[in-house]
């Protein structure tokens, strides 16, 4: 009650099979019902042989695996969807598995902030972008978050990157497959712009205060001498 997609296909794959004398096993393939549905089967071919091994057709079972396609679908979905919001993030997001603590994730973001390209930066360590004291810091505090199995926030670290020293403020957290922390994750905003703002503004008032003391001073001095 079904009709496959691509009919002439499914005639040469019959053909192939009884002249190859191979079984072709769970391909996966549209087919149309009666009513016009798509659905998806897996189906298996194999060749029938008579008494004296020659082959005079062939065996075809398909199972309906159409489920199994739609949830695979719906997961693709969902991961292109997640995909989607870490590349537009405008934080740095990356993720380093447990064991070697090297990168196996890099958003856009992070690959700007960097200066690299996440061709780069996948399959390393901190050590192969990083001064030695930098990278010692950072993999004592990835250290730190799957020891202790729970998130860090680092308000503050300077990092060296090709676009020079930038400070950021980074959450590290552990994530966990089976109970067990398998991959760190870690998202840092660029906060070097913040952070010279107030500092130029706490040089600002500093002089204020400053000028205002020699100000009182002055004006103490008048006073006296008149």
Not at 165 to 184: D, N
Request: hydrophobic share 40%.
């Amino acid at each position: 009650l079904a009709r496959r997609v691509g009919a002439v296909e499914a005639g040469a794959d019959d053909r192939q099979v009884m002249e190859s004398d191979q079984p072709l096993i769970a391909r996966e393939e549209p087919i149309v019902d009666h009513a016009g549905n798509k659905l998806w089967v897996a189906t298996t071919k194999v060749p029938l042989h008579d008494a004296h091994d020659n082959v005079t057709g062939l065996v075809c079972v398909s199972r309906d695996i159409t489920r199994r396609r739609n949830q695979q679908a719906e997961m693709q979905e969902v991961q292109n969807f997640l995909f989607s919001i870490i590349e537009n993030i405008p934080n740095m997001v990356f993720v380093k598995d447990a064991e070697h603590l090297r990168f196996i994730r890099f958003n856009r973001a992070g690959e700007e902030l960097l200066g690299y390209a996440r061709e780069e930066l996948l399959g390393k360590s901190d050590y192969d972008f990083f001064p030695k004291d930098e990278a010692d810091f950072f993999i004592a505090k990835d250290r730190q978050v799957l020891e202790q199995r729970r998130m860090v926030d680092i308000a503050s670290e300077p990092i060296k990157t090709r676009r020079g020293i930038r400070i950021l403020h980074t959450k590290k957290i552990p994530i966990f497959i089976e109970g067990q922390p398998r991959y760190l994750l870690g998202i840092s905003e660029d906060i070097t712009d913040r952070v010279r703002a107030e500092q130029q503004m706490q040089e600002q008032n500093v002089k204020l205060l400053e000028m205002a003391q020699a100000q009182q001073r002055a004006n103490d001095a008048l006073r006296r001498a008149q």
